[in-house]
């Protein structure tokens, strides 16, 4: 190892051993986050971005991808309950491409598509069957395609068709929808999947289709249509019309002054209706056609000329004019009889309307609105219980001939509910605050903390820095006697044999004369006495760096 990099390892341990316990203990847990931070970085990194390969797969098709994948090495993760496969961001297209090449998923596989698989020789059953079999991938994946869905199967039942009219049924459709987690289809979109599918097949009528969901609950049934049960449909329609009224009320009573209950009673049961009605012109009538026939036999005078005649005996006719034996009958000529017959027929156009009405289930039968007034309010004091019912049954729509009944009352409403909800809603807001604060003094707190932290770790920091930058002193150096013994005549006295000395003092002669009186030493005079003696030992050995070692002692003494 190179000198200059043992010596910064030596300097960096010198520099750790002089922390304290507290120094040592914030350094480690900073290396600790550092050292942790740093791997989850670069965990993350190095993560791949992962991206959906296939979504909504069935379960054999979902074991065909991953069994590919795993041959390929191609890392993947498995979510929605095995029906999403997610791959790196950068194995999306080529993936695709492999299973594409391999006719996966297979199970996606319908539509129109099964026609191109056809030969030649196919019965007409099997092309029957083909032929709705496509129908019905086409809609599953048309309805698979909505916002909420997840799957979508549907059924389709045609009958044969028939040289006979009444024997002929219309087809019906049954559709299976599976939605996502949390996600419930909207009346709107039920309607929607009913329509798409009763037009898609001809011959059938909205009502001819049923859906129904992964719960089993029904949401279009045959033979009423997308509408629901009938406790749904009063109960949308009990919380429509009250929420009509209740905004009324409110708005002209105040909140909180009216209470609103609403219950009607719907009918479930459809039908045709059928009506023809007969207009009579203004004009007089208009002729469609007109024909007329005239049938006449003429007359004529004298003997048997175009005479006609009358019946007789037994029959016979007998001429007017002169009788058989002779005789002149009736009143001699007539010549102005005759027999003519003349009809005519006139066809007028008449106008006719003829109405069919299809009548669906859960039409209103009766409904009864109840109000409730609160009389404690100055403004429900000041107003008009008339004005008010009728302003109800005018946003009800109440119809008396059908039965409908609206009642308002007043009454001293019952606060003592709301009194305990604002008084706790307002001790909840107050014990919010106090969190609040308190959070917000925690906050600064710890913030300030780690910024006095952050000082005195920087003051210690600085401090070590600049002991640091001083030429470090060996210190066997100062022992300029290493080695050797230095003894003093140094005698340990008996305190009562030696005034004034105790136990702590020892006697320390400093020249052997015999007229010198005897010093007294302390133990700690005695240390800098040996000190001072070093120090001079290595002034006379190094003047330089004595002086060195010296002006490091004052700088040290020196305030920050």
């Known amino acids: 190892m ?7 390892f030596a300097r960096l341990a010198a520099y750790v051993k002089g922390f304290s316990a507290a120094q040592r203990t914030i350094a480690v847990i900073g290396i600790a986050a550092l050292v942790l931070g740093g791997i989850a970085l670069a965990s993350f990194l190095g993560k ?8 909504g797969l069935a379960a054999a098709d979902a074991s065909s991808i991953t069994d590919q994948l795993q041959t390929d090495g191609v890392p993947y993760q498995l979510t929605d309950g095995g029906a999403t496969i997610l791959v790196p961001q950068d194995k999306v297209y080529s993936e695709r491409l492999k299973a594409a090449s391999n006719n996966l998923p297979s199970s996606n596989e319908g539509g129109y598509s099964l026609l191109d698989k056809m030969g030649v020789t196919s019965s007409e059953f099997q092309q029957d069957v083909t032929y709705k079999r496509a129908i019905e991938g086409e809609l599953a994946k048309t309805i698979s395609s909505m916002d909420g869905v997840k799957t979508a199967t549907v059924q389709l039942a045609i009958p044969e068709k028939t040289v006979f009219v009444s024997e002929e049924k219309d087809p019906t459709a ?15 979109q039920v309607q929607s999947i009913v329509h798409l599918t009763s037009a898609a097949v001809e011959g059938m009528q909205p009502t001819d289709v049923s859906v129904v969901d992964q719960k089993g609950q029904t949401l279009s049934a045959v033979g009423t249509g997308a509408t629901g049960s009938g406790a749904d449909q009063a109960d949308d329609y009990d919380a429509t019309t009250r929420k009509k009224i209740q905004d009324l009320l409110d708005t002209t009573l105040g909140p909180g002054n009216a209470s609103v209950v609403v219950s009607a009673t719907m009918n479930q049961q459809s039908g045709t209706r059928t009506s023809e009605s007969f207009a009579q012109p203004t004009s007089g009538p208009v002729a469609l056609n007109e024909s007329s026939s005239t049938e006449e036999y003429g007359s004529g005078s004298g003997a048997g000329a175009g005479a006609t005649g009358v019946l007789g005996p037994d029959n016979i006719a007998v001429p007017n004019g002169t009788a058989a034996n002779g005789t002149t009958g009736g009143t001699g000529t007539n010549a102005d009889d005759g027999y003519k017959n003349e009809s005519a027929t006139k066809n007028n156009a008449v106008d006719k309307t003829t109405e069919t009405t299809q009548i669906p289930a859960g039409g209103v039968e009766r409904q009864t609105i109840s109000v409730a007034l609160n009389s404690r309010a100055t403004s429900v004091q000041n107003a008009n219980l008339q004005s008010i019912n009728d302003l109800v049954s005018a946003a009800a729509g109440a119809d008396n001939a059908r039965g409908d009944q609206v009642r308002v009352a007043m009454m001293d409403f019952d606060d003592s509910a709301a009194k305990d909800a604002a008084k706790a809603l307002e001790e909840q807001q107050q014990a919010d605050q106090q969190q609040a604060m308190w959070s917000t003094i925690r906050t600064a707190g710890i913030v300030v ?4 932290a952050a000082v005195v770790l920087a003051i210690v920091l600085a401090r070590r820095g600049r002991r640091q930058s001083r030429e470090a002193v060996d210190v066997g150096e100062l022992d300029a006697f290493a080695g050797e ?4 005549p140094l005698g340990v006295e008996d305190p009562l044999a030696i005034p004034g000395a105790d136990a702590q003092t020892v006697a320390l002669p400093t020249l052997p004369h015999d007229d010198a009186p005897t010093e007294i030493l302390t133990t700690d005079e005695i240390s800098a006495e040996r000190r001072r003696q070093e120090i ?8 330089k760096r004595t002086a060195d070692l010296l002006r490091g002692l004052l700088d040290d003494r020196s305030p920050v």
Do not use: H
């Open 2 to 8: 190179p000198a200059a990099m043992k010596n910064t």
């Open 48 to 55: 791949a971005s992962y991206a959906p390969l296939f979504t």
């Open 174 to 188: 049954s559709v299976f929808v599976a939605t996502e987690n949390g996600a419930q289809l909207t009346t709107d």
């Open 449 to 452: 903390a780690v910024l006095a």
């Open 485 to 488: 013994t230095f003894e003093l």
């Open 536 to 543: 001079s030992a290595l002034a006379e050995r190094d003047p």
